[in-house]
């Protein structure tokens, strides 16, 4: 595997010519449309697990695109680097090692001390990204990306959002999506749960606007920074500039009372003002599906700053697995040591990209006196982002929770329906996942499985399907996949079905509307099941009773994952564009080693079973 450059990747520039260097980064000089067919490009490659793009001849813009950068496990490590896993990795363990502090112990540790002095801010009076200024805000000239055929417009999808606290100053950058409405303005997808979100309530409680930056660009460690799950009030900055290696370059601003990112290649200078809001959206996220239009505030655009030879950066999201899951588990083994610090009954913790992360997490936990397990499920589903974690699967058993199959199993021959299964109605839901009642709202479930095993786990069907039902696969040892009526068909029959004598002895048991797609691959699986689901209204079982105000399920458990009537469309790509760049493809690539793939499946195998 390519190693990291041991300088600091400090901008976009530096990162691409460390990809040209690794052969991960391929220049299409042909003109593309940023409408749709550019984002069609990045899926056909990122489904093949081909290279970043640049784009030098966008259609209708003088600016280059870069996208597909995080793309492969590769890339993400060139952009990060072992640097921070290691240093996080030296944090957790001198956390006990150096308790009590002793001057020896001290010294020993000097190496790692000193790493933290490079840790922080540093303040210039210019930078790179104030090298030029438009004469007046044209986000038009920005070649704004329309990824998929339903989208509401063009978007930023990489923007990092800075904002300080109207209350006490403290910092927030993050990466929300924002829609162009015209030259000067856009909307600011600020989701519950966010720290730019409540840094414009607290500014809206006093009836003030709110400054905001929106840099594009600038050192990858930025955008990690900014989607990484950090408490309320730790400054994302700071984790960047650890991710860096360096002091983060911070540039005065001229047209606003916060700083800049100083090596990024665009800088947008505006405000949201209290109370107003437009619609945005749809938008196909990266759940899979469009999420859908609804109010949100409106970022007001005063000034643009950006490199003379500025490059725009772009994402694409969609059906897993794309660029934001490699992202995903990178951020994700850079947290792992530091699970057990702030959650000490925790030892490991993993949240599944092939669901949009927030739909399904698993954790290893401890289980030294009887159901201390739900104690750390409080404890993750009280924790910062983590609490829109929408079904959590807890073991006490060490193992690779990336290989969901396998621990699927191990739940399930330790899983004792009667007391292991909880769900929790009437809370907070991540805002792109519509399988609730109403936006923002649904319900969570925890399912255990601890102590020794069991039960037998079946592993083959036998005979045939129940009434009504058809086509059952297995997907592992007790768990299956069954068809039967759409839920617009018969949406009682998920209730029926559960009841069914032929499926008793499945722990497990998930009615889907396309069984052989759900099994052909374990992201098939969790795709298809958890993003498909809620568990309030679509968790089922053979028999239930209340005893001590507590539901007790007897088995199977069956899982209603068909898609509903009002849950949102699931992203296709425009048949026109499709066979556009497919046509042009030799055009687009003439080296004929760039292979195509299949942009509506991505890393989903089709369905087969018809």
Same mark, same amino acid.
């Given at each position: 595997?390519?190693?990291?450059s041991?300088?600091?990747?400090?901008?976009?520039?530096?990162?691409?010519?460390?990809?040209?260097?690794?052969?991960?980064?391929?220049?299409?000089?042909?003109?593309?449309?940023?409408?749709?067919?550019?984002?069609?490009?990045?899926?056909?490659?990122?489904?093949?697990?081909?290279?970043?793009?640049?784009?030098?001849?966008?259609?209708?813009s003088?600016?280059?695109?870069?996208s597909?950068?995080?793309?492969?496990?590769?890339?993400?490590?060139l952009?990060?680097?072992?640097?921070?896993l290691?240093?996080?990795?030296?944090?957790?363990?001198?956390?006990?090692?150096?308790?009590?502090?002793?001057?020896?112990?001290?010294?020993?540790?000097?190496?790692?001390?000193?790493?933290?002095?490079?840790?922080?801010?540093?303040?210039?009076?210019?930078?790179?990204?104030?090298?030029?200024?438009?004469?007046?805000?044209?986000?038009?000239?920005?070649?704004?990306t329309?990824?998929? =055929? $339903?989208?509401? /417009?063009?978007? %930023?999808?990489?923007? *990092?959002?800075?904002? &300080?606290?109207? !209350?006490?100053? #403290?910092?927030?950058?993050?990466?929300?999506?924002?829609?162009?409405?015209?030259?000067?303005?856009?909307?600011?997808?600020?989701?519950?749960?966010k720290?730019?979100g409540?840094?414009?309530?607290?500014?809206?409680?006093?009836?003030?606007?709110?400054?905001?930056?929106?840099?594009?660009?600038?050192?990858?460690?930025?955008?990690?920074?900014?989607?990484?799950?950090? =408490? $309320?009030?730790? /400054?994302?900055? %700071?984790?960047?500039? *650890?991710?860096?290696? &360096?002091?983060? !370059?911070?540039? #005065?601003?001229?047209?606003?009372?916060?700083?800049?990112?100083?090596?990024?290649?665009?800088?947008?200078?505006?405000?949201?003002?209290?109370?107003?809001?437009?619609?945005?959206?749809?938008?196909?996220?990266?759940?899979?599906?469009?999420?859908?239009?609804?109010?949100?505030?409106?970022?007001?655009?005063?000034?643009?700053?950006?490199?003379?030879?500025?490059?725009? =950066?772009?994402?694409?999201?969609g059906?897993?697995?794309?660029?934001?899951?490699?992202?995903?588990?990178?951020?994700?083994?850079?947290?792992?040591?530091?699970?057990?610090?702030?959650?000490?009954?925790?030892?490991?913790?993993?949240?599944?990209?092939?669901?949009?992360?927030?739909?399904?997490?698993?954790?290893?936990?401890?289980?030294?006196?009887?159901?201390?397990?739900?104690?750390?499920?409080?404890r993750?589903?009280?924790?910062?982002?983590l609490?829109?974690?929408?079904?959590?699967?807890?073991?006490?058993?060490?193992?690779?929770?990336?290989?969901?199959?396998?621990?699927?199993?191990?739940?399930?021959?330790?899983?004792?329906?009667?007391?292991?299964?909880?769900?929790?109605?009437?809370?907070?839901m991540?805002?792109?996942?519509?399988?609730?009642?109403?936006?923002?709202?649904?319900?969570?479930?925890?399912?255990?499985?601890?102590?020794?095993?069991?039960?037998?786990?079946?592993?083959?069907?036998?005979?045939?399907?129940?009434?009504?039902?058809?086509?059952?696969?297995?997907?592992?040892?007790?768990?299956?996949?069954?068809?039967?009526?759409?839920?617009?068909?018969?949406?009682?029959?998920?209730?029926?079905?559960?009841?069914?004598?032929?499926l008793?002895?499945?722990?497990?048991?998930?009615?889907?509307?396309?069984?052989?797609?759900?099994?052909?691959?374990?992201t098939?699986?969790?795709?298809?099941?958890?993003?498909?689901?809620?568990?309030?209204?679509?968790?089922?079982c053979?028999?239930?009773?209340?005893?001590?105000?507590?539901?007790?399920?007897?088995?199977?458990?069956?899982?209603?994952?068909?898609?509903?009537?009002?849950?949102?469309?699931?992203?296709?790509?425009?048949?026109?564009?499709?066979?556009?760049?497919q046509?042009?493809?030799?055009?687009?690539?003439?080296?004929?080693?760039?292979?195509?793939?299949?942009?509506?499946?991505?890393?989903?195998?089709?369905?087969?079973?018809?």
């Open positions: 595997m390519p190693v990291a041991a300088k600091p990747i400090r901008d976009l520039r530096r990162f691409l010519e460390l990809l040209r260097a690794h052969g991960e980064l391929i220049q299409i000089d042909a003109p593309v449309d940023p409408n749709l067919e550019l984002a069609e490009i990045h899926r056909r490659i990122a489904a093949a697990d081909g290279p970043a793009l640049l784009f030098r001849n966008v259609i209708g003088r600016f280059p695109v870069a597909n950068l995080f793309g492969t496990t590769t890339r993400a490590e952009a990060f680097g072992r640097r921070p290691n240093f996080v990795e030296d944090a957790a363990r001198l956390a006990h090692e150096l308790m009590p502090p002793t001057p020896g112990r001290l010294w020993q540790a000097r190496d790692f001390l000193l790493q933290g002095l490079r840790v922080g801010l540093r303040r210039r009076r210019r930078g790179p990204v104030l090298e030029q200024r438009m004469p007046a805000p044209r986000l038009t000239e920005i070649p704004l329309t990824s998929w =055929p $339903e989208d509401g /417009g063009p978007f %930023l999808t990489l923007p *990092l959002v800075y904002t &300080e606290s109207p !209350a006490d100053g #403290r910092h927030n950058l993050g990466i929300y999506r924002m829609q162009r409405f015209d030259d000067a303005s856009a909307g600011m997808h600020w989701q519950i749960g720290g730019g409540f840094h414009y309530a607290e500014a809206e409680a006093r009836g003030v606007a709110l400054p905001v930056n929106v840099f594009l660009g600038g050192p990858p460690a930025l955008i990690l920074a900014a989607i990484a799950p950090l =408490p $309320e009030g730790v /400054g994302e900055l %700071l984790l960047g500039s *650890l991710l860096l290696g &360096e002091r983060l !370059a911070l540039a #005065r601003n001229p047209a606003g009372p916060l700083p800049l990112a100083a090596e990024a290649e665009f800088a947008l200078v505006g405000h949201v003002a209290p109370r107003e809001r437009r619609p945005e959206g749809p938008f196909g996220d990266h759940y899979g599906y469009y999420s859908l239009r609804h109010d949100y505030p409106v970022f007001r655009c005063d000034a643009v700053f950006h490199r003379k030879d500025a490059i725009y =950066p772009a994402t694409v999201v059906k897993p697995r794309q660029e934001d899951y490699y992202i995903g588990e990178y951020l994700q083994r850079l947290l792992a040591p530091l699970f057990p610090l702030v959650m000490p009954a925790v030892r490991d913790l993993w949240s599944y990209g092939e669901t949009g992360f927030h739909s399904l997490a698993a954790a290893v936990v401890r289980e030294r006196y009887g159901r201390e397990a739900m104690a750390s499920a409080f993750i589903l009280g924790e910062g982002q609490s829109l974690t929408k079904f959590l699967l807890a073991v006490d058993t060490p193992l690779d929770l990336k290989d969901f199959p396998r621990l699927l199993e191990h739940l399930l021959a330790r899983f004792h329906p009667e007391t292991d299964l909880y769900v929790f109605g009437n809370l907070a991540d805002t792109l996942d519509y399988t609730g009642p109403e936006v923002n709202r649904g319900s969570k479930g925890v399912m255990l499985g601890v102590g020794e095993p069991w039960r037998e786990l079946p592993r083959q069907w036998q005979g045939a399907p129940p009434a009504g039902a058809r086509d059952p696969r297995v997907f592992c040892g007790g768990c299956l996949a069954i068809g039967g009526p759409t839920f617009a068909e018969d949406p009682a029959f998920a209730a029926t079905l559960a009841r069914a004598p032929e008793a002895d499945w722990p497990l048991v998930v009615l889907t509307d396309t069984p052989a797609r759900a099994t052909a691959s374990a098939n699986f969790l795709w298809t099941t958890f993003t498909r689901f809620e568990p309030a209204a679509d968790l089922h053979a028999a239930s009773e209340i005893r001590r105000n507590q539901i007790i399920r007897r088995g199977p458990v069956l899982i209603d994952a068909r898609m509903k009537p009002w849950y949102p469309g699931e992203v296709m790509s425009d048949p026109a564009v499709a066979d556009r760049v046509n042009r493809w030799r055009e687009l690539f003439p080296d004929r080693r760039i292979q195509m793939g299949d942009a509506d499946r991505a890393h989903l195998a089709p369905d087969t079973s018809s």
